[in-house]
């Protein structure tokens, strides 16, 4: 196929610019026909380009109170919750999965198995293994974790999703690492490890509240750049700020280089906000 200018070469009249307009649509659509040109996000998301993969972290925090700050994951309520600063294991740890409700287990009618997602070791890529409940009784995972960033209910009975609170207990440290809440099917958690010998390419940033709430809140990025030495020191990456659904698009895109963890921590004016956040972008083997 052979390009051409729409009306001929553009010369320097006022047409020069719409010219070369058409020009380049035509040149776009030619490659995409004869280079095989695709959509980048949708080919990683198909998994068709080695060694990039797509994160998609998402989160919620129900009770955002005044004045204080908030990690957003699910147990980091002011009130009845687990730790409004979410705390990583201080070492890689085997995780008791356990239930609030007797009715998630192997043959109850709720959570009937889940899926663990997170890192073993600051060296290694992510690994998932699936649990099979036990209602209030604690289920050890197999695989010891430093980081766990995801659960979800795979099967479930007559409820579809899980009865009860579900929980992830480091042995040792005692402290949740990720948990379900009642009836929500997977922790909503903007929480997410890095392994070394990967790096995260953030593509965007959002946070938005309850449409019926008073409070002005700030959304930060951020991130423990050495989780292999330490745990409790989080730098500031980024900071937006309002009381409406808020979003950062970032171009070039902001590089996180591994190993490191990766939240969102707001903080507002009012009490019991609901906030909602998350972080898009691609996964990169180094």
Known sequence: MAIQFPGGAPSDDVEWSERWRRWLGDLGEWARENVGIQDFALEVGRGNVTGVSQINKFG???????????DIWDGGKATSGVSLIWVAPTAARTHQIVSSSASDASAGVGARTVQVYG???WTAVEVSETITMNGTTDVPTTNDYVIIHRIKVLTKGATNVNVGTITATADTDSTITAQIEASAGQTQMAIYGIPSIQDFYMTSFYNGADANASSNFVAEIQVN?????????????????????????????KKIAGPAIIKIQVSGTANNTDVQGGFDGYLVNT
């Open 60 to 70: 919620r925090n129900v009770e955002i109170d005044s004045a204080t700050a908030a």
């Open 119 to 121: 890192l073993t070791s």
């Open 225 to 253: 750049p050495e989780p292999n030495t330490e745990l409790t020191n989080f730098v500031t990456k980024h900071v937006i700020s309002g009381s409406v659904d808020m979003q950062h698009f970032y171009e070039p895109y």
